[in-house]
């Protein structure tokens, strides 16, 4: 549980190194798109404890952030 903690810490963290760093706003939104993803998967399996749950209910709760992150692309692309 401590490796997941930590990594989700990591996933928090390293879009605002990258920041501090001077990185382009936009690698910090593909960047913090991609991340949501991985913090959104992490957080379904493990503290949720979806990893045991039937294959639909897993679907259900994991397919929300890639959906989101998906619309929110699309409108920044838009833009």
Known sequence: MLAIYVALMVCT????????????????????????????????????EMRKAPIGWRFAAQAWAPAVVSALAVIHGVN
């Not at 593909?30 to 957080?43: C, H, I």
């Open 13 to 48: 963290l390293v879009p605002v190194v990258a920041m501090q760093a001077g990185a382009d706003s936009s690698v910090l939104i593909w960047m913090v798109f991609a991340l949501v993803v991985v913090k959104a998967t992490l957080l379904v399996d493990h503290f949720m």
